[in-house]
């Protein structure tokens, strides 16, 4: 993973210090991931090694959005609905326009969101004291590795390397920046 800016101490704080609403947003992020991984089923279905990897990937989503729900269970809480992630938003906001390009952007995004979960759930695992909780959030770091190099490796079967490590890099920078400049809050991104 070369995230091009680590997450600062501040949300590491911010997310311990609202831990509920943390775990709330971080079920919401689970649930769309999984939706998104089937929306890429649905648009590219004459691809067989997406659709076959991105099945897998949507159920494995969908569990751990399940497990997260068990948290805020235990803790007498409720689901909220949705909010638009400004993350997601802005990094959505770089794709290009083309079939081809649009395609290739989309799976890269996926796999930089990947990434940082990865790099998030580390912090909150290393942060929260020792037990079941912390145990989950460096059991999910480590599947989160996995889906980046999954969207990452679908990237390589349908465009060239060096195509896919350019724009990675662009993206990559894109990403430093609206991680730099989004507000600081309880929320996974």
């Known amino acids: 993973m070369r995230l091009k800016i680590p997450t600062s101490r501040e949300w590491t704080t911010a997310a311990l210090a609202d831990l509920d609403a943390f775990l709330i947003d971080h079920a919401s992020c689970e649930r769309k991931a ?3 991984a089937l929306a890429m089923v649905s648009h590219y279905p004459d691809r067989p090694e997406l659709v076959d990897a991105l099945i897998g990937l949507a159920r494995e989503e969908l569990d751990h959005f399940h497990r997260v729900y068990g948290w805020i269970a235990k803790r007498g809480l409720r689901l909220a609905p949705d909010q638009r992630n400004p993350y997601m938003g802005r990094l959505s906001n770089e794709f290009r326009e083309g079939t081809a390009s649009y395609f290739l952007d989309r799976l890269l995004a996926a796999g930089i969101a990947e990434a940082r979960g ?6 909150v ?4 004291p020792p037990g079941d909780l912390a145990d989950f959030y460096r059991e999910l770091a480590r599947a989160e590795v996995r889906h980046h190099e999954l969207y990452l490796e679908l990237a390589r079967t349908y465009f060239p390397r060096d195509q896919v490590e350019r724009r990675l890099d662009e993206l990559l920078e894109a990403e430093a920046r609206i991680v730099a400049e989004l507000p600081v809050r309880a929320a996974l991104y």
């Open 125 to 128: 695992g290393a942060a929260l």
């Open 118 to 123: 990865c790099e998030r759930f580390a912090l």
């Open 34 to 36: 999984s939706a998104s």
